[in-house]
């Protein structure tokens, strides 16, 4: 009968995908965690480690810009000290405050933000029996990191 198209996963070298995320992604705590997990998991294929590993850096690097630029944009819309630096909430640092008369701005400024789509060419995704023995790695964390994996194996 007629084959399907799918793409076989035989070929040594694995399939690459492009990745795009957008920078929403990096406020979510169980894909950023799962990122940390599958960077400490010791892969039994060297290669497959270091395809993993360079996935996480990019998250990773891209999650720090993604940071910077959202901290510029607080400072941007929040009430400042005398320093420049955003007056944090009573007994609560690191956060902020965002006047009433920035609220609107603030909103939509952060919608815009969180869209920035984020791009990453040739990238192996990880297979989930890659991931085997992988402590602490839960269904919430494996469905955050969706993008990045290989759910083929899951399928069949």
Known sequence: GMK???????????????LKITTKKFRDMPFMQG??????????????????????????????????????????????DEKGEPVPLEDKPGTYQIPDENAEAWRAAVATFEQVELTLEKVYPVKLSDLEGCARLTPQHLAALEEILDTSEADG
């Open 4 to 18: 399907s198209m799918k793409p076989s996963n035989s070929s040594p070298k694995g399939k690459t995908l492009t």
């Open 35 to 80: 990122v940390a997990l599958i960077n400490l998991h010791p892969f039994k294929d060297p290669k497959v480690g270091y395809r993993a590993a360079r996935l996480c850096k990019w998250v990773n690097d891209e999650s720090q810009l993604a940071q910077e630029q959202f901290t510029k944009l607080v400072k941007q819309f929040a009430t400042l």
